[in-house]
Structures are given as C-alpha cells and as structure tokens.
C-alpha cells in the first residue's frame, strides 16, 4: 500500500514511510515547477527536492 495525499516534505514522507510500503510525491514538485518555471536553476532545485525526499526515506529493502 502506497500513501500519496497530503506528502510535502521529508518528514512527511519519513512518517508515512513507516506505516506503508511507499509513499508518492506528486503535487509538491508541480508546486515547485510552478514557482519556479522560469528560473534556469529549476531542474536543480527539482533535484534538491527529490534528493531530500530520498534522504529523509533512507535506505530501503526492495527485495521481492
């Protein structure tokens, strides 16, 4: 079960990630898409934001 409301941040993700099997990040990278669409540094910021979402998840056992 993945869980994909409401997760903005790295905490967010962090505690949802502890109670289901993923969790999907969708509507805070559009935000950030949509504030930043013309800033060339978009693209890096986009992958701060991932990145730091990957961090908080930490390493995760993906073995079926």
Do not use: H, W, Y
Request: charged share 15%; proline share 5%.
């Amino acid at each position: 079960i993945v869980v994909g409301f409401g997760i903005k941040t790295p905490a967010d993700a962090k505690a949802m990630a502890a109670v289901a099997d993923g969790v999907v990040v969708g509507s805070a990278l559009v935000q950030t898409v949509a504030d930043n669409v013309k800033d060339p540094k978009l693209a890096a910021k986009l992958g701060e934001q991932a990145g730091a979402l990957a961090v908080a998840l930490g390493p995760r056992n993906n073995a079926a």
